[in-house]
């Protein structure tokens, strides 16, 4: 089993729809990370946990939410699902006590809005 | 506001050929520099990290250097391989949080 998995890999939705992307962990790190990914750009920070009581917004946070349910898990909510949220999204972890932001990631879940 | 740029975005090469990726930032004041692979459907995985007091990291047919004064990083592939065939992405880490370039692909002709 991956170390990141996400769900769902693949999504297609209608504008105005809400959408989870769910990211659990079996890697015991404590920092969780969501990212999304458009053609042209690098990736953009969403938001991020440094643990279970602490969540921070990213670059851009605008439009999404996020919940942190346990230490494994991460959870990136759309209330109302935009076609410019169309993108790969990425979920990360990394641990606090290894120095340098080693990232480990999720395969990626592409969400297409209609 | 630190920028990452890679250039070339995209990169086609024959196999067997040495190669090398370019990274450049704007600011200089960084904790370290990361190169990451990404293959489709798969994620990205991390290839190297080089830290700010470090000059150049080696894994296997892979070099990484850093020149913090020039803001600038490139990524050396020795006698390339299909299955190198990837996008490569760095990202720097500038206040414990990391800016991404958009990525080069390359391609790897057999």
């Known amino acids: 089993d991956a170390d990141v998995t996400q769900t769902p890999r693949n999504r297609i939705t209608k504008t105005g729809k809400r959408i989870m992307l769910e990211c659990s962990q079996t890697?015991?790190?404590?920092?969780m990370y969501w990212y999304r990914q458009d053609p042209g750009l690098g990736l953009r920070l969403i938001y991020y946990?440094?643990?279970?009581?602490?969540?921070n917004k990213g670059e851009i946070s605008d439009g999404y939410s996020v919940s942190r349910q346990a230490q494994a898990k991460f959870s990136l909510s759309l209330e109302s699902a935009i076609p410019n949220q169309t993108a790969l999204y990425f979920c990360?972890?990394?641990?606090?006590?290894?120095?340098?932001?080693?990232?480990?990631f999720g395969a990626g879940s592409r969400l297409t809005v209609l | 506001k630190q920028e990452v740029t890679q250039i070339p975005a995209a990169l086609s090469v024959p196999e067997g050929e040495n190669l090398v990726l370019n990274c450049s930032f704007t600011?200089?004041?960084?904790?370290?520099l990361q190169w990451f692979r990404q293959d489709p459907g798969k994620g990205l995985t991390s290839l190297l990290l080089?830290?700010?007091s470090q000059r150049e990291q080696t894994s296997g047919r892979l070099n990484a250097s850093l020149d913090k004064s020039s803001g600038r990083s490139t990524l050396y592939i020795a006698a390339s391989q299909p299955g190198d065939s990837a996008t490569y992405l760095c990202?720097?880490?500038?206040?414990?949080?990391?800016?991404w370039g958009a990525g080069t692909k390359l391609i790897i002709k057999p």
């Open positions: 946990s440094f643990d279970v009581k602490d969540i």
């Open positions: 990202a720097v880490d500038s206040n414990y949080q990391l800016i």
């Open positions: 080089i830290q700010s």
């Open positions: 600011d200089s004041a960084i904790y370290n």
């Open positions: 990360a972890t990394s641990r606090s006590s290894s120095g340098a932001n080693v990232l480990t």
């Open positions: 890697k015991g790190h404590d920092r």
